[in-house]
């Protein structure tokens, strides 16, 4: 069993797998995103187990091909699911790394520097390099921000890694190993609660045109529901140039979003109130529709029966001002994006 130490400062290490004790109407996945641009491969890992609200559970493996467009769930009993070191006699997941995460479901292992992804059509062995953290504060610990102290909330978000380089291979069934090159770049999130909120926009880049150094493009922003309702939650940031930028719901930023059968487009901006016209910083990006798959996604006590549709191939106009002045204007590649849930609930 884990200590319970360790199980009351999870709130501030939100890369730990924070669901040990949790055995009904629950869901915790952590997300690989993989983009070798040189060869044209663009890849989501997604680890996680799922409890429906009867205590059924079950871990999993979903793999999406952005460049294929195919998706896979390998589903594994629950007793296949174990953290770090070893599983526990009774297969209690709260056994594990007290610091950071280490996944084991079936032969495969996932942790913050890198993964071993063992499955029927896929192979993957990759190490991951130099990652770029969400700024960490006490009172902060991640993407969530002071909103990591709140009881109640259906689903969590956290931002494990925003870019890191990764070295390594993959090998599909039937074909020959692939060394990936040394331009192949990743990033890691993870989302964990009851369910996703009851609408969605996400989306997340390390190809910003133009730019050569280390850069992310990240926004997760849904309509939450809350115990007098619901409201809507927003996290975003923009790191370029050794620089980061977030955008969240805690930070005061301010968040419009207009849909469209074929783009969204949002503006974030944080300290550019009428009297402080022209000052502040504003990130405005218009993302457009790219041909996707459907992913599994949890639902409401229904465990995982959900589907949203996620292209890797989304493309963004994006453009960063300070203080009036225009600091980039450029075009986001590869792009993961996708809009789920009830676009209805936006309104």
Same mark, same amino acid.
């Given at each position: @069993?884990?200590?319970?130490?360790?199980?009351?400062?999870?709130?501030?290490?939100?890369?730990?797998?924070?669901?040990?004790?949790?055995?009904?109407?629950?869901?915790?996945?952590?997300?690989?995103?993989?983009?070798?641009?040189?060869?044209?491969?663009?890849?989501?890992?997604?680890?996680?187990?799922?409890?429906?609200?009867?205590?059924?559970?079950?871990?999993?493996?979903?793999?999406?091909?952005?460049?294929?467009?195919?998706?896979?769930?390998?589903?594994?009993?629950?007793?296949?699911?174990?953290?770090?070191?070893?599983?526990?006699?009774?297969?209690?997941?709260?056994?594990?790394?007290?610091? *950071?995460?280490?996944?084991?479901?079936?032969?495969?292992?996932?942790?913050? *520097?890198? !993964?071993?992804?063992?499955? #029927?059509?896929?192979?993957?062995? %990759?190490?991951?390099?130099?990652?770029?953290?969400? #700024?960490?504060?006490?009172?902060?610990?991640?993407? @969530?921000?002071?909103?990591?102290?709140?009881?109640? @909330?259906? !689903?969590?978000?956290?931002?494990?890694?925003?870019?890191?380089?990764?070295?390594?291979?993959?090998?599909?069934?039937?074909?020959?190993?692939?060394?990936?090159?040394?331009?192949?770049?990743?990033?890691?999130?993870?989302?964990?609660?009851?369910?996703? #909120?009851?609408?969605?926009?996400?989306?997340?880049?390390?190809?910003?045109?133009?730019?050569?150094?280390? !850069?992310?493009?990240?926004?997760?922003?849904?309509?939450?529901?809350?115990?007098?309702?619901? &409201?809507?939650?927003?996290?975003?940031?923009?790191?370029?140039?050794?620089? &980061?930028?977030?955008? /969240?719901?805690?930070?005061?930023?301010?968040?419009? %979003?207009?849909?469209?059968?074929? *783009?969204?487009?949002?503006?974030?901006?944080?300290?550019?109130?009428?009297?402080?016209?022209?000052?502040?910083?504003?990130? /405005?990006?218009?993302?457009?529709?790219?041909?996707?798959?459907?992913?599994?996604?949890?639902?409401?006590?229904?465990? @995982?029966?959900?589907?949203?549709?996620?292209?890797? %191939?989304?493309?963004?106009?994006?453009?960063? *001002?300070?203080?009036?002045?225009?600091?980039?204007?450029?075009?986001?590649?590869?792009?993961?994006?996708?809009?789920?849930?009830?676009?209805?609930?936006?309104?």
């Amino acid at each position: @069993m884990s200590s319970p130490l360790a199980y009351l400062t999870n709130v501030w290490h939100p890369s730990r797998f924070q669901g040990a004790h949790k055995r009904w109407s629950y869901f915790e996945g952590y997300y690989f995103k993989l983009v070798d641009a040189q060869q044209g491969i663009a890849m989501a890992i997604i680890p996680g187990l799922s409890y429906d609200a009867h205590g059924e559970g079950h871990a999993f493996i979903q793999v999406l091909d952005g460049v294929a467009k195919t998706a896979e769930y390998h589903q594994y009993d629950i007793t296949d699911f174990a953290l770090a070191p070893e599983k526990s006699s009774d297969h209690d997941p709260s056994q594990g790394s007290k610091t *950071s995460f280490e996944l084991h479901i079936g032969n495969s292992r996932f942790h913050e *520097s890198g !993964c071993e992804v063992v499955l #029927p059509n896929l192979q993957l062995s %990759l190490k991951h390099v130099s990652p770029i953290t969400w #700024p960490w504060k006490w009172w902060s610990p991640g993407a @969530m921000g002071p909103f990591s102290f709140v009881p109640g @909330m259906e !689903c969590r978000h956290g931002v494990v890694s925003l870019h890191h380089a990764i070295h390594g291979s993959l090998q599909r069934k039937n074909e020959s190993e692939i060394q990936l090159s040394s331009s192949t770049v990743g990033y890691i999130e993870k989302d964990w609660g009851k369910s996703f #909120p009851r609408g969605w926009v996400w989306l997340q880049t390390n190809h910003l045109a133009g730019e050569t150094e280390p !850069c992310c493009l990240m926004v997760s922003a849904g309509r939450v529901p809350w115990i007098t309702g619901a &409201f809507r939650g927003f996290i975003a940031a923009l790191y370029f140039r050794g620089e &980061f930028h977030p955008f /969240t719901t805690y930070n005061r930023a301010s968040f419009d %979003l207009e849909l469209s059968k074929d *783009s969204a487009h949002m503006v974030f901006s944080r300290g550019t109130s009428r009297r402080n016209a022209g000052k502040g910083k504003t990130l /405005t990006i218009t993302a457009y529709h790219a041909p996707g798959v459907d992913l599994i996604s949890p639902l409401p006590s229904d465990g @995982m029966h959900g589907r949203v549709n996620e292209s890797l %191939l989304a493309t963004a106009e994006v453009r960063f *001002s300070e203080e009036g002045k225009t600091i980039l204007d450029t075009t986001a590649n590869w792009l993961g994006f996708e809009i789920g849930g009830d676009a209805a609930s936006w309104k």
